[in-house]
């Protein structure tokens, strides 16, 4: 059987040829699908029509046992954007590997093309060679990537530790949580000074050193945000980079780029409070752990192209 597929952002297309009984198949979708699954569905029809005519495939898997343990680890796929901000996908779209007992792996990620698997149980048949359990799909591992027998188009390369996506997303989480917290109380406190008349006793400078560390949390938030809304629905996402056409594509760096800006001043700001002592020492390390929090958001998200 001799097939060709292509995708596109709102199209998709498969076409099967099946020489030995004078049949193709073509397909085509106008339009993504819920959550991307057009490009399934056309390969699911693909593989319907091969089944009908050739009969389901039967390969049981020969287990060989042997050491799995050197294959885990999170693996991305060497075709991530170095470019855009669709790099940020990755976050998500990295695919973990699992050692098991009797030399098997887990995958957990989206390997597999059909969008409503994300598990997959594999066992090993080979040096490096592994085929999914109850199944056909057959991977394999060499230099440190990971190859798919049914998509010789993509490779997923290992990640070294401080690569790691969990680990990025388990830093984002924890950085911005700090910022919003800290804007929060922030503004809470000078609603509630306002409301009761009360003077700040604070030299001018550490006042605009606090205005300055608000205004950073408030810029990654609202990038953050907007973000969010950008890459909720991933149809839209890939139109949205593929057209160039919404305002948010390039409000995002803009934001982050002014935070980076606001980050160093205070960064400056951080290193004056403790030679000048503007607050007490509980303060001064709050404000420490603001401009810490908001150099890590930084560091990833420039990571992952978000700075511009």
């Known amino acids: 059987m001799l097939v060709k597929d292509g995708d596109i952002p709102g199209f998709h297309d498969n076409l099967a040829l099946l020489p030995d009984r004078d049949t193709g198949v073509y397909v085509a979708y106008n339009g993504d699908g819920k959550d991307g699954s057009a490009s399934w569905a056309g390969q699911e029809l693909v593989n319907r029509v091969a089944d009908h005519t050739f009969g389901t495939p039967r390969r049981a898997a020969t287990a060989r046992m042997g050491e799995t343990g050197k294959f885990t680890g999170f693996y991305r796929s060497t075709r991530t954007s170095h470019s855009d901000l669709t790099r940020a996908a990755a976050l998500t779209s990295s695919v973990q590997v699992t050692a098991g007992p009797d030399s098997t792996l887990t995958t957990t990620g989206p390997l597999s093309r059909d969008p409503g698997v994300t598990k997959q149980h594999w066992v090993r048949i080979g040096d490096g060679l592994f085929q999914e359990k109850d199944g056909q799909e057959r991977l394999a591992f060499k230099d440190g990537k990971l190859f798919l027998a049914s998509d010789p188009t993509v490779a997923y390369e290992r990640l070294p530790w401080y690569e790691s996506p969990v680990l990025h997303q388990q830093l984002l989480i924890g950085s911005l949580g700090v910022l919003l917290l800290s804007v929060t109380a922030w503004t809470i406190g000078a609603l509630i000074g306002r409301r009761r008349g009360s003077a700040t006793a604070a030299p001018a400078g550490a006042q605009l050193a606090r205005l ?42 803009v934001l982050v780029k002014a935070a980076l800006a606001t980050t160093a001043a205070v960064l400056v700001c951080a290193v004056i409070a403790w030679w000048r002592r503007w607050w007490g020492w509980a303060a001064r390390i709050h404000y420490s752990a603001v401009a810490l929090a908001a150099v890590l958001f930084l560091v990833v998200a420039g990571n992952y192209h978000l700075v511009g």
């Open 212 to 253: 300055l560390a608000w205004t950073t949390g408030v810029l990654l938030t609202v990038a953050t945000a907007c973000f969010a809304l950008l890459v909720a629905d991933p149809n839209s996402l890939n139109q949205t980079v593929f057209l160039g056409d919404s305002p948010m594509l390039k409000l995002v760096p």
